[in-house]
């Protein structure tokens, strides 16, 4: 009997020490199944942020304190968020929230503490690789650089500077005319001495100016020029000009299209290029500094209009903005965003969002997993991946390479040599030949005349 009765006293002992377990596993649930933290009282301390995102209370009418509300009412009604503005300037966010970990360890104090705002790489969990838990707010495909539009407008390219770019293709079309005006007219003056002329100092200027004529296809009627003033007849040099229309036709395309390359390219290169620039954020140097390598002075700012005005005054010469959809809503609360304009965004995906200072026991650790999800819910911001799409599209180059084009030059120049030389040949061979005609003919003369002097000699 003694047996059964202590066997029963320890069944009923077992089943609760497995009830008290349990409940210290779990953490504990209000009636409506809402999860809370071990203490009522949330702190919220923040860094100045852009105003409509974060403003300078954590009031309602900004976008994250009232995510963070509504998420926080979701897992416990009964708690408390306390926002706490931070206005030191001279420490960044990771010594903040190192100090405030070390004084919860000395007080003793169980309170939720958060800091904000906060920037890691997407896929981790944890902020300044310590193991303060990161809570994430909105997640951006990267930055955004702007600059001042009147500034941009500066950097643009003229047609001048374009075509002083393109010069190598300029150089080429000569060379090109010249070696087909002359190759043309050594294959056509025998037959079209009209057009033609067989001296070459006069056909090779003929021969130039013809196949400048045939590759611009125009003319000009104060000089009585038109397309077609000169027309080849031969077989061989009719074969020429349809290969040079053809061939023409491409070169000047592609000379149209290197000037507009050279205008776009260069002004997407001075816009983009931040090597020595001044870089203005707002409390996030700290991120960006370690995981942009832009080349700028990256310079921190406590305040948006402060930032935006450093701008505008040109103390700075980009701002960064975290996310490009960040300037949609900026542009609706902040008139002056008109007089900027974005130029270039910079592919580094992260979140923002905030670190939790407190250790992660049982309570606060759900309470934090379901804060998380519930912060998905009121998120309004819609996903802008989309804006990283074929941005390397912006770097754009000439279209050939000046190497390949000087090439082509180099061989037309030579080309031009040897034909030079051989009109210049067939030049002298005709003054030759024509002075031989004239001694000919002048010994003829003498032979005719021979005897009427010597009749002349004997009288």
């Given at each position: 009997?003694?047996?059964?009765?202590?066997?029963?006293?320890?069944?009923?002992?077992?089943?609760?020490?497995?009830?008290?377990?349990?409940?210290?596993?779990?953490?504990?649930?209000?009636?409506?199944?809402?999860?809370?933290?071990?203490?009522?009282?949330?702190?919220?301390?923040?860094?100045?942020?852009?105003?409509?995102?974060?403003?300078?209370?954590?009031?309602?009418?900004?976008?994250?304190?009232?995510?963070?509300?509504?998420a926080t009412a979701l897992c416990c009604n009964t708690s408390i968020l306390d926002f706490?503005?931070?206005?030191?300037?001279?420490?960044?966010?990771?010594?903040?929230?190192?100090?405030?970990?070390?004084?919860?360890?000395?007080?003793?104090?169980?309170?939720?503490?958060?800091?904000?705002?906060?920037?890691?790489?997407?896929?981790?969990?944890?902020?300044?690789?310590?193991?303060?838990?990161?809570?994430?707010?909105?997640?951006?495909?990267?930055?955004?650089?702007?600059?001042?539009?009147?500034?941009k407008q500066k950097m643009k390219v003229t047609a001048s500077v374009a075509v002083r770019?393109?010069?190598?293709?300029?150089?080429?079309?000569?060379?090109?005319?010249?070696?087909?005006?002359?190759?043309?007219?050594?294959?056509?003056?025998?037959?079209?001495?009209?057009?033609?002329?067989?001296?070459?100092?006069?056909?090779?200027?003929?021969?130039?100016?013809?196949?400048?004529?045939?590759?611009?296809?125009?003319?000009?009627?104060?000089?009585?020029?038109?397309?077609?003033?000169?027309?080849?007849?031969?077989?061989?040099?009719?074969?020429?000009?349809?290969?040079?229309?053809?061939?023409?036709?491409?070169?000047?395309?592609?000379?149209?299209?290197?000037?507009?390359?050279?205008?776009?390219?260069?002004?997407?290169?001075?816009?983009?290029?931040?090597?020595?620039?001044?870089?203005?954020?707002?409390?996030?140097?700290?991120?960006?500094?370690?995981?942009?390598?832009?080349?700028?002075?990256?310079?921190?700012?406590?305040?948006?209009?402060?930032?935006?005005?450093?701008?505008?005054?040109?103390?700075?010469?980009?701002?960064?903005?975290?996310?490009?959809?960040?300037?949609?809503?900026?542009?609706?609360?902040?008139?002056?965003?008109?007089?900027?304009?974005?130029?270039?965004?910079?592919?580094?995906?992260?979140?923002?969002?905030?670190?939790?200072?407190?250790?992660?026991?049982?309570?606060?650790?759900?309470?934090?997993?379901?804060?998380?999800?519930?912060?998905?819910?009121?998120?309004?911001?819609?996903?802008?991946d989309a804006i990283t799409n074929n941005q390397d599209s912006l770097h754009r180059t000439?279209?050939?390479?000046?190497?390949?084009?000087?090439?082509?030059?180099?061989?037309?120049?030579?080309?031009?040599?040897?034909?030079?030389?051989?009109?210049?040949?067939?030049?002298?061979?005709?003054?030759?030949?024509?002075?031989?005609?004239?001694?000919?003919?002048?010994?003829?003369?003498?032979?005719?005349?021979?005897?009427?002097?010597?009749?002349?000699?004997?009288?």
């Open positions: 009997m003694a047996v059964s009765k202590t066997i029963s006293l320890l069944a009923v002992l077992t089943v609760l020490l497995k009830n008290v377990h349990g409940a210290s596993l779990c953490p504990a649930k209000q009636q409506d199944g809402s999860v809370c933290p071990r203490s009522k009282r949330i702190k919220i301390h923040f860094k100045p942020y852009y105003e409509i995102f974060f403003d300078k209370t954590g009031s309602m009418d900004s976008l994250y304190p009232s995510i963070l509300r509504n706490i503005p931070v206005n030191s300037s001279h420490k960044d966010i990771e010594e903040l929230i190192q100090d405030e970990s070390c004084a919860k360890v000395e007080r003793n104090d169980s309170s939720l503490s958060f800091f904000f705002p906060v920037f890691v790489k997407s896929g981790k969990k944890v902020a300044f690789d310590e193991e303060f838990q990161f809570l994430q707010l909105v997640k951006s495909p990267g930055p955004v650089i702007m600059m001042l539009t009147s500034e770019e393109s010069w190598p293709l300029f150089v080429l079309i000569l060379c090109l005319s010249a070696t087909v005006g002359l190759l043309g007219w050594l294959l056509d003056h025998s037959s079209n001495p009209s057009q033609f002329s067989s001296w070459f100092y006069k056909g090779a200027w003929e021969g130039f100016w013809w196949a400048m004529v045939t590759i611009t296809t125009v003319g000009d009627p104060r000089f009585k020029v038109q397309y077609g003033d000169k027309v080849p007849v031969a077989f061989f040099s009719r074969v020429l000009t349809i290969l040079w229309l053809f061939c023409g036709a491409i070169i000047l395309s592609l000379f149209t299209a290197n000037v507009t390359s050279v205008l776009t390219s260069n002004q997407m290169d001075n816009t983009k290029n931040l090597i020595g620039t001044r870089i203005a954020v707002l409390n996030s140097k700290h991120y960006f500094e370690s995981n942009l390598n832009i080349g700028g002075t990256i310079e921190e700012f406590n305040s948006q209009n402060e930032m935006f005005a450093r701008l505008q005054d040109l103390s700075v010469d980009r701002v960064l903005i975290p996310n490009y959809f960040d300037i949609v809503r900026l542009e609706e609360s902040m008139p002056a965003m008109k007089f900027f304009s974005v130029v270039d965004v910079i592919h580094e995906p992260f979140r923002t969002g905030l670190a939790l200072v407190n250790k992660q026991s049982t309570e606060n650790k759900a309470f934090v997993s379901c804060l998380q999800k519930k912060v998905k819910l009121f998120h309004t911001v819609p996903s802008k000439s279209m050939l390479f000046e190497h390949d084009i000087l090439l082509i030059i180099y061989y037309n120049l030579l080309a031009i040599a040897v034909i030079a030389g051989i009109g210049v040949v067939l030049d002298l061979f005709r003054c030759f030949r024509a002075g031989k005609k004239r001694l000919d003919s002048n010994d003829r003369e003498e032979t005719e005349l021979s005897p009427f002097d010597e009749r002349e000699a004997d009288v």
